[in-house]
């Protein structure tokens, strides 16, 4: 069986790249050891914004009497919550099976497993190939905590398929992922709190946006620890205790359950990657250039494998920029203008360079910011949030970085996105003709 590109991986860079390279006229084969979709269909932005949005519709209905609607007690029927959960999930799958046998992509089941850069293996059989890109995704990364073996911890697997009520929650890692779990299970009625090794919560993201997310979840109830690292877990009667170090001093906290939220790593185990020598960082992510080619001529790898964003989006941009590439058409990536959103209540959204990149990279920006109270949706829409729109420009004014707090800039961010792309500066901005309840 000879093809002329073979994918191992069928996340959102897999299918892609399959359903790109097929509408090309190309032969394609897709690899898929478990479920087509991957991590974002099967275990991670779809399931996490479908309970995400229940949890919105409690909180909104909740929040009612503020806008004049009266509703009685609102009680969340969780096992219906994970049972839409599944059939929104089924169905994008489908989706996406459609897309392939469209587009006439070979589907094989089973763990592939790279020979040599022209050849696959997967359930004994060998597959030949001209181009390779592998799109095996990230796993998540478990720390090596004293006692970690010894008790049972939540991921997100587990927390998304969770229909008990829980009154308690340790959310170990306050980054994208455990923010959206804290999230979720507060709006539960979940006792949360969220321990975080660095001094503050997001990450890469703009840390005033992250503080000003933190107060807005420390009012509703979810407790913050910051700078403080896990240092051994414990079964206790009825839950886990957690101890941990801040200030120096050792602490301690129990609650029903703990979720293990620090991270994901690369999924190369079995892959066969030793064989052809790729080049890849400490953590094994396969280092690419801006092509999505790895060192290896005619192999490329996209989506999570290649830890450059680690957002599904991008694996779907790099997929169409690796069979481009394949194809003889010229693209690249550009990892300047892709936007990530905390899909919180409210949310958070960015793109470009947050303040702290630009101090670390010594480049000299002006910071513009306006409270989301100018905003006309905004307001009209909120009852008792507080939320900011920060943009950065350099000194030529040209925009390099957009961050905002409020419902609902993850619609609105795609402006800014686009504004970043194509290197526009504040005068083009201005000029653009925003509908009115985004053009404050
Ligand atoms: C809880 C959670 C929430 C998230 N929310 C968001 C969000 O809101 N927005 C966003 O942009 N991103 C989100 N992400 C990240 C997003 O899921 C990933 O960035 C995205 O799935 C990466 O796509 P991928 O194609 O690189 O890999 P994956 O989606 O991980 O797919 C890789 C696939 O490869 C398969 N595979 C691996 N090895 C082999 C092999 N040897 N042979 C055959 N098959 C193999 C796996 O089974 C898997 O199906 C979230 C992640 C999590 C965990």
């Given at each position: 069986?000879?093809?002329?590109?073979?994918?191992?991986?069928?996340?959102?860079?897999?299918?892609?790249?399959?359903?790109?390279?097929g509408?090309?006229?190309?032969?394609?084969?897709?690899?898929?050891?478990?479920?087509?979709?991957g991590?974002?269909?099967n275990?991670?932005?779809?399931?996490?914004?479908?309970?995400?949005?229940?949890?919105?519709?409690?909180?909104?209905s909740?929040?009612?009497?503020?806008?004049?609607v009266?509703?009685?007690?609102?009680?969340?029927d969780?096992?219906?919550?994970?049972?839409?959960?599944?059939?929104?999930?089924?169905?994008?799958?489908?989706?996406?099976?459609?897309?392939?046998?469209?587009?006439?992509?070979?589907i094989?089941?089973?763990?592939?497993?790279?020979?040599?850069?022209?050849s696959?293996c997967?359930?004994?059989?060998?597959?030949?190939?001209?181009?390779?890109?592998?799109?095996?995704?990230?796993?998540?990364?478990?720390?090596?905590i004293?006692?970690?073996?010894n008790?049972?911890?939540?991921?997100?697997?587990?927390?998304?398929?969770?229909?008990?009520?829980l009154r308690?929650?340790i959310?170990?890692?306050?980054?994208?992922?455990?923010?959206?779990?804290?999230?979720?299970?507060?709006s539960?009625?979940?006792?949360?709190?969220?321990?975080?090794?660095?001094?503050?919560?997001l990450?890469?993201?703009?840390?005033?946006?992250?503080?000003?997310?933190?107060?807005?979840y420390?009012?509703?109830?979810?407790?913050?620890?910051?700078?403080?690292?896990?240092?051994?877990?414990?079964?206790?009667?009825?839950?886990?205790?957690?101890a941990?170090?801040?200030d120096?001093?050792?602490r301690?906290?129990s609650?029903?359950?703990?979720?293990?939220?620090?991270?994901?790593?690369?999924?190369?185990?079995?892959?066969?990657l030793?064989?052809l020598?790729l080049?890849?960082?400490?953590?094994?992510?396969?280092?690419v250039?801006?092509?999505?080619?790895?060192?290896?001529?005619?192999?490329?790898?996209?989506?999570?494998?290649?830890?450059?964003s680690?957002?599904?989006?991008?694996?779907?941009?790099?997929?169409?920029?690796?069979v481009?590439?394949?194809?003889?058409?010229?693209?690249?990536?550009?990892?300047?203008?892709?936007?990530?959103?905390?899909?919180?209540?409210?949310?958070?959204?960015?793109?470009?360079?947050?303040?702290e990149?630009?101090?670390?990279?010594?480049?000299?920006?002006?910071?513009?910011?306006?409270?989301?109270?100018?905003?006309?949706?905004?307001?009209?829409?909120?009852?008792?949030?507080?939320?900011?729109?920060?943009?950065?420009?350099?000194?030529?004014?040209?925009?390099?970085?957009?961050?905002?707090?409020?419902?609902?800039?993850?619609?609105?961010?795609?402006a800014?996105n686009?504004?970043?792309?194509?290197?526009?500066?504040?005068e083009?901005?201005?000029?653009?003709?925003f509908?009115?309840?985004?053009?404050?």
């Amino acid at each position: 069986m000879k093809y002329q590109v073979a994918i191992i991986g069928g996340g959102p860079a897999g299918y892609t790249a399959a359903e790109a390279a097929g509408k090309a006229g190309m032969s394609v084969v897709l690899f898929e050891k478990d479920k087509l979709g991957g991590v974002c269909l099967n275990e991670g932005c779809i399931p996490t914004k479908t309970l995400l949005c229940s949890a919105k519709i409690a909180d909104h209905s909740k929040e009612g009497n503020k806008f004049g609607v009266k509703v009685g007690d609102v009680d969340i029927d969780l096992p219906k919550v994970i049972a839409r959960k599944g059939k929104v999930v089924r169905k994008l799958g489908l989706g996406i099976k459609a897309k392939m046998e469209g587009v006439g992509v070979t589907i094989v089941t089973g763990e592939a497993k790279i020979n040599d850069a022209h050849s696959i293996c997967c359930n004994d059989e060998v597959y030949e190939c001209d181009n390779i890109i592998i799109c095996t995704g990230s796993k998540t990364f478990i720390p090596p905590i004293d006692g970690i073996e010894n008790v049972e911890y939540w991921t997100h697997k587990e927390a998304l398929e969770n229909k008990e009520p829980l009154r308690s929650l340790i959310i170990i890692g306050g980054g994208v992922i455990g923010m959206e779990f804290a999230s979720f299970f507060n709006s539960l009625g979940t006792d949360v709190t969220v321990i975080e090794m660095l001094d503050e919560i997001l990450g890469p993201i703009d840390n005033e946006i992250s503080s000003l997310l933190r107060a807005e979840y420390t009012k509703k109830g979810v407790k913050f620890i910051l700078s403080a690292k896990v240092t051994k877990l414990a079964n206790e009667v009825d839950g886990i205790s957690v101890a941990y170090k801040v200030d120096g001093e050792e602490r301690q906290l129990s609650a029903n359950k703990v979720m293990m939220s620090v991270g994901r790593r690369p999924s190369v185990d079995l892959l066969g990657l030793d064989f052809l020598n790729l080049n890849v960082d400490r953590r094994g992510t396969i280092i690419v250039d801006e092509h999505l080619e790895t060192s290896c001529k005619g192999i490329y790898a996209c989506g999570d494998i290649n830890g450059r964003s680690m957002l599904a989006h991008t694996a779907v941009r790099e997929a169409e920029v690796a069979v481009a590439n394949i194809i003889g058409k010229q693209d690249r990536m550009n990892y300047d203008a892709i936007p990530s959103v905390v899909y919180t209540n409210p949310e958070v959204s960015c793109v470009g360079k947050s303040e702290e990149e630009l101090v670390i990279d010594g480049v000299e920006y002006k910071t513009f910011k306006l409270p989301m109270s100018y905003s006309g949706r905004f307001v009209a829409e909120n009852e008792g949030l507080n939320g900011m729109c920060k943009l950065l420009t350099d000194n030529d004014d040209k925009i390099i970085g957009v961050h905002i707090l409020g419902n609902s800039s993850s619609e609105f961010i795609i402006a800014a996105n686009i504004a970043i792309e194509q290197g526009m500066h504040l005068e083009d901005f201005k000029r653009f003709c925003f509908s009115s309840s985004y053009s404050e």
